[in-house]
């Protein structure tokens, strides 16, 4: 399956993504981890996204697609792949789909994460990640470690992403709100959004994508 997934920061899609990449058997590809692992790497790429990461705005389309595409050439994402964060405006949309012609391949479905914006300020407060690896996510209340301050999967440290600032956090959903949420007006041209509500318990909403995804496979 070859699919997009799509919500405002916060909304869990990365907690969804890690689960459902599981399975369904396929890679999780994040391009926030991608560049949080170029930065904790020192990278010239890790350089330049840190800077505007920062700041919520968006790192320029032309080095996010060439990060993309290098990342679905490699082999395990010949059954599929589950991308989280990206597209996220409409020229990154476009590209995507000039890819995937170019490997003769198409997605299978978006799956939109849909949460109110004061639940989302409340899970990116709390929110934990592990400096092993961003992929790795906690929250204080919500999903706490079992040793405080301590990763549950690798026994990695714990840290705040220094773009979960309140100020940041107001940037990044004004982004989401005029760059990203175009892109499910784009893709439901092409028959392809399912839109759940991520509220509820972690394994209640992974319920809602796999029950989502199989029927809008099955259209
Ligand atoms: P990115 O890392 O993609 O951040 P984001 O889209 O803002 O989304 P988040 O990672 O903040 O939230 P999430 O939906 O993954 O939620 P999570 O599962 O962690 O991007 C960061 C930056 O990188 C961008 O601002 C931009 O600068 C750059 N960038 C990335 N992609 C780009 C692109 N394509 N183009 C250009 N620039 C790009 O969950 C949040 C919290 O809630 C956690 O604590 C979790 O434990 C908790 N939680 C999850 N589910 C539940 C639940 N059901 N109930 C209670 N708590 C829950
Ligand atoms: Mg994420």
């Given at each position: 399956?070859?699919?997009?997934?799509?919500?405002?920061?916060?909304?869990?899609?990365?907690?969804?993504?890690?689960?459902?990449?599981?399975?369904?058997?396929?890679?999780?590809?994040?391009?926030?981890?991608?560049?949080?692992?170029?930065?904790?790497?020192?990278?010239?790429?890790?350089?330049?996204?840190?800077?505007?990461?920062?700041?919520?705005?968006?790192?320029?389309?032309?080095?996010?697609?060439?990060?993309?595409?290098?990342?679905?050439?490699?082999?395990?994402?010949?059954?599929?792949?589950?991308?989280?964060?990206?597209?996220?405006?409409?020229?990154?949309?476009?590209?995507?789909?000039?890819?995937?012609?170019?490997?003769?391949?198409?997605?299978?479905?978006?799956?939109?994460?849909?949460?109110?914006?004061?639940?989302?300020?409340?899970?990116?407060?709390?929110?934990?990640?592990?400096?092993?690896?961003?992929?790795?996510?906690?929250?204080?209340?919500?999903?706490?470690?079992?040793?405080?301050?301590?990763?549950?999967?690798?026994?990695?440290?714990?840290?705040?992403?220094?773009?979960?600032?309140?100020?940041?956090?107001?940037?990044?959903?004004?982004?989401?709100?005029?760059?990203?949420?175009?892109?499910?007006?784009?893709?439901?041209?092409?028959?392809?959004?399912?839109?759940?509500?991520?509220?509820?318990?972690?394994?209640?909403?992974?319920?809602?994508?796999?029950?989502?995804?199989r029927e809008n496979a099955n259209d």
């Amino acid at each position: 399956m070859r699919i997009v997934l799509v919500g405002p920061p916060g909304a869990g899609k990365g907690t969804q993504a890690a689960l459902l990449a599981k399975t369904l058997s396929i890679p999780h590809v994040s391009t926030g981890d991608l560049f949080r692992a170029n930065i904790s790497q020192g990278t010239e790429l890790g350089r330049l996204a840190k800077s505007i990461m920062d700041t919520g705005k968006l790192v320029p389309d032309e080095v996010t697609i060439a990060m993309v595409k290098d990342r679905l050439r490699h082999d395990d994402s010949g059954n599929g792949f589950l991308l989280d964060g990206f597209p996220r405006n409409t020229a990154q949309a476009v590209a995507l789909d000039e890819i995937l012609a170019e490997f003769g391949i198409a997605l299978d479905g978006v799956l939109d994460l849909e949460v109110p914006e004061d639940e989302v300020v409340r899970r990116i407060a709390g929110r934990r990640l592990c400096r092993n690896d961003s992929g790795h996510i906690f929250h204080v209340l919500y999903n706490p470690p079992a040793v405080e301050g301590v990763c549950d999967i690798c026994g990695g440290e714990l840290y705040q992403r220094s773009d979960d600032s309140e100020e940041t956090v107001r940037t990044r959903l004004e982004v989401y709100h005029t760059e990203t949420e175009p892109i499910i007006e784009y893709y439901a041209k092409q028959g392809l959004v399912t839109t759940i509500s991520a509220l509820g318990k972690v394994d209640e909403v992974t319920e809602r994508a796999i029950a989502a995804l199989r029927e809008n496979a099955n259209d």
